[in-house]
């Protein structure tokens, strides 16, 4: 009799403990706010920011942003969420279930995807109820994180394209300067080839190449009808340049040379010249701090100068049981105040104009990048996101490696696109 | 006599009640797994066959609809998937045989050679190390300028960029896949082999055989089961391969689609295209897939004699 009731109690107990742990996961998760219903004047409302982390220097800055925001709010409390692993696959279960962050950074490249899906809090009312300048923010980020006329977020930082150039082996070819056109650029090439070195090196991707696209006045994309529209014959003539310079060796994957990204091969001394992000910078700092090499404005063709914009919002789920708490502290952190600590970290580049002139004063290598926004396109295809990008890249893939015309490798890319859509 | 009935009586009966007391405890000892199992494996399995007869997403959950076999029917059409199926193919054609042929031969060397110890460990390492480190190892091993092709510089062959190349992407995933793996159907196989009994090659002795007739005749046919259980096991895990293409292709099946797995590929269309109906249709293809397999193979290598 007593072995059993020990048995029992021996089951009972694991049970209890197995689903306590169940119980306390399901609270875990649901938390971050449940405090105000029970009334208005709820002492302290906790936000979650959900966020990824490039550094822990990244984390330290935001950390820091963050306890500038509560000593002027005190009755809002912030915890920070870093997301490792893939943000957007972690991300999607969260908004999915209602528990995601309340506030929390977005890609501009997918940010189409999340908006139109209603997982994001529309922010104009509150953008007019809290009197926020968004005519500082330059229009192409802005733009990024709208949707069929609506803000669904506010860009916290931006990075475009600039051409990164070696000094001593332009030097060694004999050229004097960095070319500012791609004819100058042709030239420049020849005589790197000349002398055995690889003139440039980027990767058979569109978030690098749309540029020559826009240039000669193709485009892949059209904003109206959130169409692809790859067929368009003026589409040719950019990507043809593009497919050109990569036969005639002016353009090397830096897969070729033995790196994941342009980056490393630049950094080895391996390519003169690199089309690459502001991340380089801090790059080049780490691996490779003694090569000299200069930073000027992505070189125009045909008498245009289109770049392409990467810019993070911080948008706000439409889960957030806290929606005016969450505006604010999203206001605070794409306001001024939290934007001049972006500057001075030298992170990233602010996204508000009246904040650039005291970043560049003090980071004066990020002036091309600064300017290139300008003329800059958001990175991003409308709801087409991922699908768009992989048929086009995987196209122009196939015209470089199996030598294919322009025309199939977009007749390829818009084929592609609609097999994978058709449902 | 009136005694001894009721004592029988009252003896069977408290039996009987412990032995439904006894499962009863058993399932209560079971309970917390079999919760964990059905809340976390179960459940989310029939949910998935429910949502793969739905255009789905997590995110838009008002257009979600019911769209019956589409995504199946989608799914023989769609030129992305059936190549990554292919890839998918060619790959398991790849691995399982040399995998399996090779984890035996090391399996009988190791057995019969001197510090067995060393050698079991050495080859069993690389399946407890982690598959993306030794993805990037390999990546170093393969660069145009790698270990690789330094080593056939040495006969003046000039070797491919392996990971960039649309011909020898694939192959070089396949044997790194075999170099992780072959360890631990290593040991499998020597399991099997303690259990050969002696008498038998003894007795094969007495008539004359020796070397190679003993393994083929002897150590080969009684390892039957043993390969049955290497072979499901390496199919099933090299059709769901896709830690090695992820880290190999950065995530994207390239180059040209040339390491497109079909886990890949249901990976992209899942979480990056958010496409979770169709995504589930493609696991439930592959279950279908390795199912049959498995079945055939049951059928032609283990069947009890």
């Known amino acids: 009799m007593k072995g059993r009731i020990k048995k029992y109690f021996g089951a009972a107990s694991i049970l209890l403990v197995s689903s306590g742990a169940v119980i306390g996961c399901g609270q875990g998760n649901t938390s971050g706010g449940n405090h105000t219903a029970n009334s208005d004047k709820a002492k302290t409302v906790t936000l979650k920011l959900g966020m990824w982390s490039s550094s822990p220097a990244e984390k330290q800055l935001v950390e820091k942003q963050v306890k500038a925001f509560e000593k002027k709010n005190p009755n809002i409390k912030v915890t920070l969420e870093v997301i490792t692993g893939d943000y957007l696959q972690a991300l999607q279960p969260m908004l999915a279930s209602h528990t995601a962050p309340d506030i929390f950074y977005v890609d501009s490249s997918y940010a189409p995807t999340l908006e139109a ?68 650029f042709e030239q420049d090439a020849a005589k790197l080839k000349a002398k055995g070195m690889t003139p440039l090196s980027m990767p058979i991707d569109v978030a690098r190449y749309y540029p020559f696209v826009k240039d000669f006045g193709g485009s892949y994309y059209d904003v109206n009808s959130n169409k692809a529209t790859f067929t368009e014959k003026a589409n040719v003539p950019g990507l043809k340049f593009f497919i050109d310079n990569f036969k005639q060796k002016n353009f090397v994957q830096p897969k070729d040379l033995g790196g994941d990204w342009a980056g490393i091969p630049f950094a080895q001394g391996k390519v003169a010249m690199v089309l690459e992000g502001a991340w380089l910078i801090p790059f080049m700092q780490q691996t490779a701090p003694k090569l000299d090499y200069g930073v000027a404005d992505l070189p125009s063709a045909n008498g245009q100068d289109f770049n392409m914009t990467y810019t993070v919002s911080y948008s706000m789920a439409k889960s957030t049981q806290h929606p005016a708490q969450a505006a604010k502290l999203l206001f605070y952190l794409t306001g001024p105040e939290a934007l001049k600590m972006t500057a001075e970290s030298g992170l990233a580049i602010p996204s508000r104009t009246s904040v650039q002139g005291e970043f560049l004063k003090k980071y004066p290598n990020y002036k091309a990048f600064v300017d290139g926004v300008k003329h800059a396109v958001p990175y991003q295809f409308g709801t087409l996101g991922q699908e768009f990008v992989d048929a086009i890249n995987k196209a122009t893939e196939a015209g470089i490696l199996q030598n294919q015309s322009p025309t199939d490798v977009l007749s390829q890319a818009n084929q592609t696109l609609m097999s994978q859509q058709a449902q | 006599m009136n005694g001894v009935h009721t004592h029988t009586v009252v003896a069977h009966h408290s039996s009987r009640r412990s032995s439904v007391d006894q499962a009863l405890a058993g399932y209560l000892f079971v309970l917390p797994a079999l919760t964990a199992l059905v ?27 019911f769209v019956g076999l589409a995504n199946y029917v989608h799914l023989f059409h769609d030129p992305v998937f059936l190549r990554a199926l292919w890839n998918t193919t ?216």
Do not use: C
């Not at chain 1, 994001?120 to 980020?141: C, R």
């Not at chain 2, 998935?48 to 008002?62: M, N, P, R, W």
């Not at chain 2, 270990?147 to 062959?157: H, I, M, R």
């Not at chain 2, 043993?226 to 096991?233: D, K, N, R, S």
């Open chain 1, 117 to 184: 899906s209603g997982a994001l809090m529309p922010l104009d009312k509150y953008i007019k109820q809290d009197h926020v300048n968004t005519s500082d923010f330059s229009p192409a980020l802005l733009k990024a994180f709208q949707w069929k006329g609506v803000t669904y977020g506010l860009p916290k930082d931006m990075n475009t394209m600039a051409l990164e150039y070696n000094k001593s082996m332009l030097a060694k070819a004999g050229i004097q300067s960095p070319p500012k056109t791609w004819n100058e």
């Open chain 2, 39 to 65: 809340v976390f494996l179960v459940g989310p399995i029939l949910y998935a066959f429910y949502i793969s007869f739905q255009q789905f997403s997590f995110l838009d959950e008002q257009s979600n609809r």
């Open chain 2, 90 to 305: 060619l790959y398991s054609l790849g691995v399982v045989p040399v995998q399996t042929a090779l984890a035996l031969f090391l399996a009988i060397i190791v057995n019969r050679v001197q510090g067995k110890t060393f050698f079991r460990v050495a080859y069993y390492l690389p399946t407890v190390t982690s598959t993306v480190a030794v993805s990037v190892m390999f990546v170093f091993l393969f660069q145009p300028r790698g270990l690789v092709n330094q080593f056939l510089a040495l006969f003046g062959v000039q070797g491919p960029n392996y990971f960039n190349s649309p011909t020898f992407a694939l192959p070089a995933i396949m044997v790194m896949a075999i170099w992780s793996t072959v360890g631990q159907f290593m040991i499998i196989y020597l399991a099997g082999l303690q259990d050969i009994p002696d008498e038998l090659y003894e007795a094969a002795a007495i008539d004359g055989a020796s070397g190679w007739k003993l393994t083929r005749h002897i150590t080969i046919p009684m390892l039957r089961r043993t390969t049955f259980l290497v072979i499901v096991m390496s199919l099933i895990g090299t059709f769901q391969v896709f830690d090695q293409a992820y880290v190999v292709s950065g995530g994207t099946g390239g180059p040209l689609n040339a390491t497109l797995t079909v886990i890949l590929d249901l990976f992209i269309k899942g979480f990056k295209d958010m496409q979770m109906g169709y995504a589930s249709a493609m696991a439930f293809v592959l279950f279908a897939i390795i199912m049959i397999l498995t079945l055939i193979q049951h059928y032609l290598v283990g069947r009890e004699d």
